[in-house]
């Protein structure tokens, strides 16, 4: 299984599943990985830069202006004058530098950040990031980015034939940038304390509360919690108990998630996942296959010699048709285990299992969610 289909899988056990892990498949997750505390969350930082250090892979600077108006500034408050001077360089690129601030985070704290080229740059291998200045959605100066480029492409070009693997105009840069100003959320800041579920579920949420309930009357001697929809579950934090350890024992404890049933495809890759409470109706279902083959034979038309005809090209075309037999199949999703016996039966390949999915859904026989990506 290649590196895109293993992601891909794995996305579509995740939404499948509605929680990670599946309910069945694995009892007692914790709190803390199924729900976030409310107004906790990171921030994006954003910045523009230059590489420097490459070997003659950067921008073309007559066509990324851009490119050149930075390289000219930075040289300047460097103390060096090139105004007048027509640059001709291939070893600079500008890249755009993003980076995610964690909630609460310190100045001194490092950050991975991430590097893209904006220019027509063919490679940013062995290039280096100039001081460049992370700024938050507020204007402010947050983290100052600066270091080797580590990328994880690489893309060799020749006269006749072009390799390429990955992305060689994108890299990261880890601990590649130095926190100046702490995070503008402070935990101290923060009103009621809610946890929101990263997966909406009445269940979930109403089981989260019972948990951290039970735990709270043999811990404080009163009820901590109280649902309040399918996202979130407000909780009551006990007098005399700091909030940071009074989430820390929440975190921990465990709960069983719940999710809707729901069957996800992706058509591109023929990946299907199905999710554990998945159910079809009895149906009965027939697939086959109609191939169309059409072929082009033109034949030369010569007239007799001394004639007064010409030489023409008489198009002959031949259409042959084929449909592979299907016989029906009875399909009756009691558990997941029959469904997908019921399926085999048949003999599919993924994408006729995928429009066998979509016909039964259509016919109101499919009692789940149908996710198409």
Do not use: W
Not at 196 to 221: C, E, H, Q, S, W
Not at 244 to 255: P, Q
């Amino acid at each position: 299984m290649t590196p895109r289909a293993l992601l891909v899988l794995l996305a579509a056990l995740v939404l499948a599943c509605g929680a990670p892990p599946c309910p069945r498949a694995l009892a007692g997750v914790r709190i803390k990985d199924v729900s976030n505390l409310q107004d906790v969350r990171e921030n994006q930082l954003v910045g523009y830069g230059l590489v420097v250090g490459l070997q003659g892979s950067g921008d073309t600077l007559r066509n990324s202006v851009f490119t050149e108006q930075a390289l000219q500034s930075m040289l300047d408050r460097l103390g060096v004058n090139v105004r007048q001077i027509a640059l001709r360089t291939r070893n600079v690129a500008a890249v755009l530098v993003t980076a995610e601030l964690p909630a609460f985070a310190q100045p001194g704290a490092r950050l991975d950040v991430a590097v893209s080229s904006l220019g027509d740059a063919t490679s940013l291998y062995g290039g280096t990031l100039v001081l460049t200045a992370l700024n938050g959605i507020d204007g402010q100066t947050y983290a100052m980015a600066q270091g080797q480029v580590s990328v994880a492409g690489f893309a060799v070009q020749g006269q006749a034939e072009t390799i390429t693997q990955n992305v060689a105009t994108a890299g990261h840069i880890p601990n590649g940038a130095l926190l100046e100003r702490e995070a503008p959320i402070k935990l101290r800041d923060i009103g009621e304390l809610t946890l929101v579920l990263k997966n909406p579920d009445f269940n979930t949420a109403a089981r989260m509360a019972d948990v951290i309930n039970r735990f709270a009357m043999r811990r404080y001697g009163r009820r901590a919690a109280q649902e309040k929809d399918q996202t979130a579950v407000t909780l009551l934090k006990p007098p005399g108990l700091g909030t940071t350890r009074f989430m820390a024992e929440i975190g921990d404890l465990a709960v069983e998630p719940d999710a809707p049933a729901r069957v996800v495809v992706d058509s591109r890759s023929g990946t299907i996942v199905i999710g554990q409470d998945v159910r079809i109706s009895t149906v009965a279902v027939t697939h086959g296959n109609l191939n169309v083959r059409v072929a082009e034979t033109p034949q030369v038309s010569q007239p007799a010699p001394f004639s007064n005809g010409r030489t023409v090209v008489v198009p002959r075309t031949d259409i042959d048709t084929f449909q592979q037999g299907g016989h029906i199949g009875v399909v009756n999703g009691a558990s997941l285990r029959e469904l997908i016996g019921g399926l085999n039966r048949i003999g599919l390949k993924p994408m006729g299992v995928i429009a066998i999915l979509q016909a039964i859904k259509a016919a109101g026989a499919l009692q789940a969610e149908l996710v198409v990506q």
